[in-house]
Nanobody, 120 residues
Framework: QVQLVESGGGLVQPGGSLRLSCAAS????????MSWYRQAPGKERELVAA????????NYADSVKGRFTISRDNAKNTVYLQMNSLKPEDTAVYYC?????????????WGQGTQVTVSS
């Protein structure tokens, strides 16, 4: 069964930084596009950043461009989200997602999420 385990969340002051990690297992990580989403209380889950299988292309939500960086290490089966210049509005539960193609079927798999709180 696919496993995605996020870590690295926590409480940080405005302007601070955090690095989230998502450790993947039980699937061919290098074949899966990966992305980070977030969901704040009372709001819908939104895409934050995405990265291709080889890590050669990324895209970001406008709200995080220039502050967040998504990367991946296919040798370690891990995707990262470096978050700098954090703002209170970045407070949310952050989830990683894998898109896996198996027997011609495309499926999304999600981690359990990690809480990020930006507050003074």
């Amino acid at each position: 069964q696919v496993q995605l385990v996020e870590s690295g969340g926590g409480l940080v002051q405005p302007g601070g930084s955090l690095r989230l990690s998502c450790a993947a297992s039980r699937f061919t990580f290098s074949s899966a596009p990966m992305s980070w989403y977030r969901q704040a209380p009372g709001k819908e889950r939104e895409l934050v950043a995405a990265i291709t299988r080889a890590g050669d292309s990324t895209n970001y939500a406008d709200s995080v461009k220039g502050r967040f960086t998504i990367s991946r290490d296919n040798a370690k089966n891990t995707v990262y989200l470096q978050m700098n210049s954090l703002k209170p509005e970045d407070t949310a539960v952050y989830y990683c997602k894998a898109v896996i193609v198996s027997i011609g079927r495309i499926s999304d798999y999600w981690g359990q999420g990690t809480q990020v709180t930006v507050s003074s």
